[in-house]
Nanobody, 116 residues
Framework: QVQLVESGGGLVQPGGSLRLSCAAS????????MSWYRQAPGKERELVAT????????NYADSMKGRSTISRDNAKNTVYLQMDRLKPEDTAVYYC?????????WGQGTQVTVSS
């Protein structure tokens, strides 16, 4: 079955960096787009970034454009989210996502807290 396992979250000071990882299994990773979403307390889950399965094409939401980089390693079945110049408003649970045949699959999430 499809499994997505996020890691790399934690507490970081404003202006700091984190790299999140999502290890995928149970499907042919290289043939699917992968995304990162986040959900802050009391807010809806929102898209952060997507990387498509061909050509390394990426797409970023305005919230973290210019401060984040999504990448993937198809040999390791892993997608990454490098986040820089973090702000307190980036505090959220970050989720890995893929969609296949109209169904969304999610990991359990990893908490990112930006605070001094």
């Amino acid at each position: 079955q499809v499994q997505l396992v996020e890691s790399g979250g934690g507490l970081v000071q404003p202006g700091g960096s984190l790299r999140l990882s999502c290890a995928a299994s149970g499907f042919t990773f290289s043939t699917y787009a992968m995304s990162w979403y986040r959900q802050a307390p009391g807010k809806e889950r929102e898209l952060v970034a997507t990387i498509y399965n061909t050509g390394g094409i990426t797409n970023y939401a305005d919230s973290m454009k210019g401060r984040s980089t999504i990448s993937r390693d198809n040999a390791k079945n892993t997608v990454y989210l490098q986040m820089d110049r973090l702000k307190p408003e980036d505090t959220a649970v970050y989720y890995c996502n893929t969609r296949m045949r109209g169904h969304d699959y999610w990991g359990q999430g990893t908490q990112v807290t930006v605070s001094s």
